[in-house]
Nanobody
Framework: QVQLVESGGGSVQAGGSLRLSCAAH???????????MGWFRQAPGKEREGVAV???????SYADSVKGRFTISQDNAKNTLYLEMTSLGPEDTAMYYC??????????????????WGQGTQVTVSS
Protein backbone atom coordinates (compact mmCIF):
# COMPACT_ATOMS: atom_id res chain seq x y z
CA GLN A 1 0.00 0.00 0.00
CA VAL A 2 1.49 3.34 -1.07
CA GLN A 3 1.75 5.96 1.64
CA LEU A 4 2.41 9.65 0.96
CA VAL A 5 4.30 11.61 3.59
CA GLU A 6 4.51 15.41 3.40
CA SER A 7 7.15 17.58 5.02
CA GLY A 8 8.49 21.10 4.81
CA GLY A 9 5.63 23.09 6.26
CA GLY A 10 6.17 25.77 8.86
CA SER A 11 5.67 29.37 9.80
CA VAL A 12 7.04 32.19 7.70
CA GLN A 13 6.52 35.90 7.31
CA ALA A 14 4.77 37.37 4.32
CA GLY A 15 7.06 37.47 1.34
CA GLY A 16 8.92 34.37 2.45
CA SER A 17 9.36 31.00 0.80
CA LEU A 18 8.91 27.35 1.66
CA ARG A 19 9.43 24.07 -0.15
CA LEU A 20 7.06 21.22 0.56
CA SER A 21 8.01 17.63 -0.14
CA CYS A 22 5.86 14.54 -0.53
CA ALA A 23 7.64 11.20 -0.43
CA ALA A 24 6.03 7.92 -1.42
CA HIS A 25 6.59 4.89 0.80
CA UNK A 26 5.42 1.30 0.95
CA UNK A 27 5.81 0.36 -2.69
CA UNK A 28 7.93 -1.91 -4.79
CA UNK A 29 10.29 0.40 -6.65
CA UNK A 30 9.96 -1.36 -9.97
CA UNK A 31 6.18 -1.07 -9.88
CA UNK A 32 5.75 2.46 -8.61
CA UNK A 33 3.79 4.64 -11.00
CA UNK A 34 1.50 7.56 -10.52
CA UNK A 35 -0.37 9.11 -13.42
CA UNK A 36 -1.27 12.36 -11.71
CA MET A 37 0.01 13.96 -8.53
CA GLY A 38 -0.94 17.21 -6.93
CA TRP A 39 -1.00 19.57 -4.00
CA PHE A 40 -4.19 20.68 -2.32
CA ARG A 41 -4.80 22.98 0.61
CA GLN A 42 -7.54 23.62 3.11
CA ALA A 43 -7.82 26.68 5.29
CA PRO A 44 -10.01 26.72 8.41
CA GLY A 45 -13.66 27.08 7.47
CA LYS A 46 -12.98 26.68 3.77
CA GLU A 47 -13.25 23.85 1.30
CA ARG A 48 -10.20 21.97 0.12
CA GLU A 49 -8.88 23.50 -3.08
CA GLY A 50 -6.48 22.33 -5.72
CA VAL A 51 -3.20 24.24 -5.85
CA ALA A 52 -1.11 22.50 -8.50
CA VAL A 53 -0.94 19.19 -10.34
CA UNK A 54 1.59 17.39 -12.49
CA UNK A 55 1.10 14.35 -14.68
CA UNK A 56 3.48 11.55 -15.58
CA UNK A 57 4.67 13.49 -18.64
CA UNK A 58 5.56 16.49 -16.52
CA UNK A 59 2.70 18.70 -17.64
CA UNK A 60 1.60 21.06 -14.91
CA SER A 61 -1.44 23.10 -14.00
CA TYR A 62 -1.92 25.72 -11.30
CA ALA A 63 -4.66 27.55 -9.52
CA ASP A 64 -4.84 31.18 -10.63
CA SER A 65 -4.10 32.33 -7.11
CA VAL A 66 -0.64 30.73 -7.11
CA LYS A 67 0.47 31.09 -10.72
CA GLY A 68 3.88 32.69 -10.94
CA ARG A 69 4.56 32.08 -7.23
CA PHE A 70 4.36 28.29 -6.79
CA THR A 71 6.15 25.59 -8.77
CA ILE A 72 5.27 21.91 -8.69
CA SER A 73 7.90 19.35 -9.65
CA GLN A 74 8.73 15.71 -9.17
CA ASP A 75 11.88 13.67 -8.80
CA ASN A 76 11.04 10.32 -10.33
CA ALA A 77 14.26 8.74 -9.08
CA LYS A 78 13.26 9.57 -5.50
CA ASN A 79 9.50 9.20 -6.02
CA THR A 80 9.10 12.57 -4.41
CA LEU A 81 6.80 15.45 -5.26
CA TYR A 82 7.70 19.04 -4.45
CA LEU A 83 5.95 22.37 -4.16
CA GLU A 84 8.19 25.41 -4.21
CA MET A 85 6.30 28.37 -2.76
CA THR A 86 7.53 31.95 -3.02
CA SER A 87 6.09 35.38 -2.24
CA LEU A 88 3.89 33.81 0.37
CA GLY A 89 1.04 35.79 1.83
CA PRO A 90 -1.40 35.28 4.73
CA GLU A 91 -3.94 33.99 2.21
CA ASP A 92 -1.69 30.97 1.64
CA THR A 93 -2.09 29.85 5.25
CA ALA A 94 -3.60 26.36 5.18
CA MET A 95 -2.99 22.67 5.66
CA TYR A 96 -1.33 21.39 2.52
CA TYR A 97 -1.92 17.86 1.28
CA CYS A 98 -0.34 15.89 -1.51
CA UNK A 99 -2.38 13.42 -3.50
CA UNK A 100 -1.77 10.88 -6.22
CA UNK A 101 -3.65 8.58 -8.53
CA UNK A 102 -2.69 5.78 -10.86
CA UNK A 103 -5.86 6.15 -12.87
CA UNK A 104 -5.91 7.99 -16.14
CA UNK A 105 -8.17 10.82 -17.14
CA UNK A 106 -7.76 14.55 -16.79
CA UNK A 107 -4.97 15.60 -14.45
CA UNK A 108 -6.54 18.76 -13.09
CA UNK A 109 -6.62 20.79 -9.90
CA UNK A 110 -10.38 20.17 -9.93
CA UNK A 111 -9.97 16.41 -9.82
CA UNK A 112 -10.95 14.83 -6.51
CA UNK A 113 -10.78 11.07 -7.13
CA UNK A 114 -7.18 10.69 -6.03
CA UNK A 115 -6.62 7.30 -4.47
CA UNK A 116 -3.77 8.32 -2.21
CA TRP A 117 -3.57 11.27 0.17
CA GLY A 118 -0.93 12.39 2.62
CA GLN A 119 -1.63 13.42 6.20
CA GLY A 120 -0.96 17.10 5.53
CA THR A 121 1.61 19.68 6.53
CA GLN A 122 0.70 23.07 7.98
CA VAL A 123 1.80 26.31 6.35
CA THR A 124 1.29 29.51 8.31
CA VAL A 125 2.13 32.91 6.87
CA SER A 126 2.10 35.95 9.11
CA SER A 127 1.77 39.50 7.90
Amino acid sequence: QVQLVESGGGSVQAGGSLRLSCAAHGYTHSTYYMYCMGWFRQAPGKEREGVAVIDSDGSTSYADSVKGRFTISQDNAKNTLYLEMTSLGPEDTAMYYCAATQRGGLCSIRRRDFGYWGQGTQVTVSS
